[in-house]
C-alpha cells in the first residue's frame, strides 16, 4: 500500500521555538494532505487540509499563524508550530489520500509527531 | 455540523470471546471506514464500506454498514492478544466533503 513518512517523530523544544514537521508521500502523488491532532486516549481531531499549491483550509478554532502550513509539492506537506508553548504539547499525525479524485478515497497515515514543549 | 458517536469508549475482552463496537452519525453518510491504532503507533486503515447494508469479513472481523447508512458495526470472534488497540470509524459527511470525521474510538485491551 501506499506510504506516508512523517519527521520527526519526536521533538522536545523550549518555549516560544518554532518547530517544523515534515509529511512526505513516498510512492504516491498526494494533492491533499490532513494535518490532524490527537491527545493522549482522544480521536483524532483534524485542524486543516492540506492542498498542493493553495492555502491552507483550516479547521474552526485552528490558528492558522500559529500552525502554519505549506504544501509547495505534491509529495511533501509541511506543519510549523510556531512560538511553540506548553499547551501545544501533543501528537500530531499527517495523512494523505489515495490517487484519485473520489470522496471515499481512503486515508494514510503517517507515523504521527509527539511534540513536547519544555 | 456532523458527529461521529462511538460505544463503548472501552472494551475489556477475555482472550477467545467475540465482541461488538458501534458507531453511529448524525447525518448519513456515503461511506464508513475503519481504522485500527495499536497502542502507540498511528492509524492504519482496515476497511470501507459504501453500500447501504453491506457486510465484510477479514477473517475474525466482520464489518457491517447500516441500511439507513448511519451507524456500523465491527464485530470480533475469538479475541487474540493482536487485537489490542483503538478501533476508530470515519466517514465524511457529505457527498462532496472528502473530510473524515472520526469517532472517539474503541479501545481494547485483552486479558489472558
Known amino acids: 500500500g501506499a506510504v506516508v513518512s512523517q519527521h520527526p517523530s519526536r521533538v522536545i523544544c523550549k518555549s516560544g521555538t518554532s518547530v517544523k514537521i515534515e509529511c512526505r508521500s513516498l510512492d504516491f502523488q498526494a494533492t491533499t494532505m490532513f494535518w490532524y491532532r490527537q491527545f493522549p486516549k482522544q480521536s483524532l481531531m483534524l485542524m486543516a487540509t492540506?492542498?498542493?499549491?493553495?492555502?491552507?483550509?483550516?479547521e474552526q478554532g485552528v490558528e492558522k499563524d500559529k500552525f502554519l502550513i505549506n504544501h509547495a509539492s505534491l509529495t511533501l506537506s509541511t506543519l510549523t508550530v510556531t512560538s511553540a508553548h506548553p499547551e501545544d504539547s501533543s501528537f500530531y499525525i499527517c495523512?494523505?489520500?489515495?490517487?484519485?479524485?473520489?470522496?471515499?478515497?481512503?486515508?494514510?497515515f503517517g507515523s504521527g509527531t509527539q511534540l513536547s514543549v519544555l | 455540523g456532523q458527529q461521529v458517536m462511538q460505544i463503548p469508549q472501552y472494551q475489556h475482552v477475555q482472550e477467545g470471546e467475540d465482541f461488538t463496537t458501534y458507531c453511529n452519525s448524525s447525518t448519513t453518510l456515503s461511506n464508513i471506514q475503519w481504522y485500527k491504532q495499536r497502542p502507540g503507533g498511528h492509524p492504519v486503515f482496515l476497511i470501507q464500506?459504501?453500500?447501504?447494508?453491506e457486510v465484510k469479513k477479514q477473517k475474525r472481523l466482520t464489518f457491517q454498514f447500516g441500511e439507513a447508512k448511519k451507524n456500523s458495526s465491527l464485530h470480533i470472534t475469538a479475541t487474540q492478544t493482536t487485537d489490542v488497540g483503538t478501533y476508530f470509524c470515519a466517514g465524511p459527511p457529505g457527498d462532496n466533503d472528502y473530510k473524515l470525521s472520526f469517532g472517539a474510538g474503541t479501545t481494547v485491551t485483552v486479558r489472558a
Open positions: 464500506l459504501v453500500k447501504s447494508g
Open positions: 492540506s492542498n498542493e499549491g493553495s492555502k491552507a483550509t483550516y
Open positions: 495523512s494523505a489520500r489515495g490517487q484519485g479524485t473520489a470522496t471515499n478515497e481512503k486515508l494514510f
